[in-house]
């Protein structure tokens, strides 16, 4: 049993007062279609892409690329044969020649791995019982990606190979569907997922990882993989009261969303000799209103200075992470805005601010006092 507990104090909750230390000024509005846009995603993973992203929505996967002045170049838009799918999610890749690829996956539960070059669909990864909810790329080995599910499972794959490696459920895994999964920032072994049980679960591949090597090597069918099942985390704690869906790795600690209004940093103690025991001490918390419905989720800019996330009135909560107590770098409104926005994409120094929304919207944000 994990035990919730401060060191000394209470956790310390942020003031929506915004400091004002940085002024956004919307330099662009897209209307990509009348579906809903559930993803935005900037590639981190080759600094040649860092001012490209990728959108879903309905079954159709567009990447764009971020230009001088506010502008926004659509460089390609792929659109699955099954027009009832509904793609949630989006994650950047590489090939094995280091070309872009972006990962999507939806209600169908199918993973679509996309050529970023060629438009063409370079695999397809068939598994998931249900919809794909997340997908997020290990940075260190970019061929390796994870998916969380409605299936109450998170599988982690290679896209290089079409082999599913592992796949975490079972005696002590999700009771309901898994909304968010991280991959740990320098711990190659670990990662987080959350979901609709309201627990986030910490997860160590160490033991498993001459199954991940083997992966990268494999040139049999992906079908003849000896897939192993990681029943137990190492870790469970219940540091929300409700569904959880988002959780991203900060250092050592975490940060999480629930559909409570607010995003809470906390830490794991986790005990390596006692795997599922330990203890969670809640350090910070960032409050963000009307962001009561499920599926919203904030993002991070390369370098975790800043956190960014939307809410149901399609207003934009920008907090600085490198701050205690918690400082509101800018609160940014527009009166046009006012769909749920789903989820937000930070760039890579943080200037650029992405989301898209419920409407079919795609809205671009940038720095006053930066040269976007």
């Given at each position: 049993?994990?035990?919730l507990?401060?060191?000394?104090?209470?956790?310390?909750?942020?003031?929506?007062?915004?400091?004002?230390?940085?002024?956004?000024r919307?330099t662009?509005?897209?209307?990509?279609g009348?579906?809903?846009?559930y993803a935005?995603?900037?590639?981190?993973?080759?600094?040649?892409?860092?001012?490209?992203?990728?959108?879903?929505?309905?079954n159709?996967v567009t990447?764009?690329?971020c230009?001088?002045?506010?502008?926004i170049a659509?460089?390609q838009?792929?659109?699955?044969?099954?027009?009832?799918?509904?793609?949630?999610?989006?994650?950047w890749?590489?090939?094995?020649n280091?070309?872009?690829?972006?990962?999507?996956g939806?209600?169908?539960?199918?993973?679509?791995?996309?050529n970023?070059?060629?438009e063409?669909?370079?695999?397809?990864?068939?598994?998931h019982g249900?919809?794909?909810n997340?997908?997020?790329?290990?940075?260190?080995?970019?061929?390796?990606v994870?998916?969380?599910?409605?299936?109450?499972s998170?599988?982690?794959?290679n896209?290089?190979?079409?082999v599913?490696?592992?796949?975490f459920?079972g005696a002590?895994?999700?009771?309901?569907?898994?909304?968010?999964i991280d991959?740990?920032?320098?711990?190659?072994?670990?990662?987080a997922?959350c979901?609709m049980?309201?627990?986030v679960?910490?997860?160590?591949?160490?033991?498993?990882?001459?199954?991940?090597e083997?992966?990268?090597?494999?040139t049999?069918?992906?079908?003849?993989?000896p897939?192993?099942?990681?029943?137990?985390?190492?870790?469970?704690?219940?540091?929300?009261?409700n569904?959880?869906?988002?959780?991203?790795?900060?250092?050592?600690?975490?940060?999480?969303?629930?559909v409570d209004?607010?995003?809470?940093?906390?830490?794991?103690?986790?005990?390596?000799?006692?795997p599922?025991?330990?203890?969670?001490?809640?350090?910070?918390?960032?409050?963000?209103?009307?962001c009561?419905?499920w599926?919203?989720?904030?993002?991070?800019?390369?370098h975790?200075?800043?956190?960014a996330?939307?809410?149901r009135?399609g207003k934009?909560?920008v907090?600085?992470?490198?701050?205690?107590p918690?400082?509101?770098?800018?609160?940014?409104?527009?009166a046009?805005?006012k769909s749920?926005?789903r989820q937000?994409a930070?760039?890579h120094?943080g200037?650029?601010?992405?989301?898209c929304?419920?409407?079919?919207?795609?809205?671009r944000w940038?720095?006053?006092?930066s040269?976007?």
């Amino acid at each position: 049993m994990v035990k919730l507990f401060s060191l000394g104090t209470e956790p310390v909750v942020g003031n929506l007062n915004s400091s004002r230390k940085k002024e956004y000024r919307v330099t662009n509005r897209l209307q990509e279609g009348k579906r809903p846009l559930y993803a935005v995603v900037f590639n981190f993973i080759d600094s040649r892409y860092f001012n490209v992203f990728a959108t879903v929505g309905g079954n159709r996967v567009t990447i764009y690329q971020c230009l001088q002045g506010g502008v926004i170049a659509v460089l390609q838009s792929f659109v699955d044969d099954d027009k009832d799918e509904s793609f949630y999610t989006v994650s950047w890749a590489c090939n094995t020649n280091g070309a872009p690829l972006a990962v999507a996956g939806g209600v169908n539960g199918i993973i679509r791995v996309i050529n970023g070059s060629d438009e063409k669909l370079h695999k397809s990864f068939v598994g998931h019982g249900d919809s794909i909810n997340e997908i997020r790329t290990q940075a260190m080995r970019p061929a390796l990606v994870i998916s969380a599910s409605k299936d109450e499972s998170v599988r982690l794959w290679n896209v290089h190979t079409g082999v599913c490696v592992l796949i975490f459920a079972g005696a002590g895994g999700h009771r309901n569907e898994v909304l968010s999964i991280d991959f740990h920032p320098s711990d190659i072994f670990k990662i987080a997922s959350c979901g609709m049980d309201n627990t986030v679960k910490i997860w160590s591949m160490k033991d498993f990882w001459g199954y991940v090597e083997q992966s990268f090597t494999w040139t049999d069918i992906p079908s003849k993989f000896p897939t192993k099942y990681v029943q137990f985390p190492i870790f469970n704690a219940s540091v929300h009261t409700n569904y959880v869906d988002c959780t991203r790795w900060l250092g050592e600690f975490i940060l999480s969303k629930s559909v409570d209004h607010e995003i809470i940093l906390w830490e794991p103690k986790v005990k390596e000799q006692s795997p599922g025991e330990g203890a969670a001490d809640i350090l910070q918390k960032y409050p963000v209103p009307e962001c009561d419905i499920w599926f919203i989720k904030f993002s991070c800019d390369f370098h975790f200075k800043a956190c960014a996330i939307g809410n149901r009135e399609g207003k934009i909560f920008v907090w600085d992470l490198q701050s205690s107590p918690p400082i509101l770098n800018a609160k940014l409104v527009h009166a046009q805005s006012k769909s749920p926005i789903r989820q937000t994409a930070l760039s890579h120094d943080g200037s650029t601010i992405l989301c898209c929304c419920d409407d079919g919207t795609i809205w671009r944000w940038d720095d006053a006092n930066s040269e976007a």
